[in-house]
């Protein structure tokens, strides 16, 4: 069963998640904290499985919060749950290493679901940030030609990365294992100089690799 840690400034709203997370099947919320400051401090004694954050916290914000957890435990999932929704927020989050980003209003049932989604290898965003995302890249002109030397191979499972494939719609698509698709994932992450699939995903749009 994986175990969820939420990052929450606010009282109540931290006590709803801690309730609704903790009273499904699916979860354990194993950890609630108020600042990203006391997050990072404790984490590592218990390392969840997904990290659910907001993105508006005092002192160190969100951002700068997901894009440490990431360099200190690269293979962690971070959502995102936020009320902010305009593009340079989205864009900094998702580029930080975020796998996702829901937004509050959020209903609590979609929650739940956006969080069995991202333990599965998949990135959660909310309707609303999904326009603002595919907005974002319309209006980026990147270079015309990046090359970071990947193989014809590792080429294919980017562009199945971004048309939204998990591992393991990957690997059956391309009839091999779950773990052969992480191997080439990891040489991915290498050849890029990124940390997740969903920093993978916006730095092959920006570059046109695929």
Do not use: W
């Not at 990072?40 to 659910?52: E, T, W």
């Not at 494939?165 to 080439?184: E, G």
């Amino acid at each position: 069963m994986p175990n969820v840690v939420i990052v929450e400034d606010h009282h109540d709203f931290r006590e709803f998640l801690v309730a609704l997370i903790g009273g499904t099947p699916e979860f354990n919320c194993v950890a609630s904290y108020r600042s990203m400051e006391e997050c990072l401090a404790k984490i590592g004694g218990n390392l969840p499985d997904l990290v659910l954050t907001d993105i508006g916290l005092p002192n160190m914000d969100g951002i700068e919060g997901i894009r440490r957890l990431k360099e200190r435990y690269p293979t962690l999932v971070i959502l995102t749950l936020t009320v902010f929704e305009d593009d340079d927020r989205i864009f900094d989050a998702l580029c930080a290493g975020a796998s996702g980003y829901l937004l509050k209003r959020t209903p609590a049932a979609r929650l739940v679901e956006a969080l069995n989604e991202a333990v599965r290898g998949g990135a959660p965003i909310s309707p609303e940030v999904a326009r603002r995302v595919i907005s974002i890249f319309r209006d980026i002109q990147p270079p015309r030609r990046a090359d970071y030397n990947l193989t014809p191979h590792e080429t294919r499972i980017l562009k199945m990365l971004v048309e939204g494939h998990t591992y393991k719609t990957a690997a059956a698509a391309l009839s091999v294992t779950p773990s052969a698709i992480n191997f080439h994932l990891q040489n991915i992450y290498e050849k890029l100089h990124v940390h997740s699939k969903s920093e993978a995903v916006a730095k092959a749009i920006r570059n046109r690799l695929v």
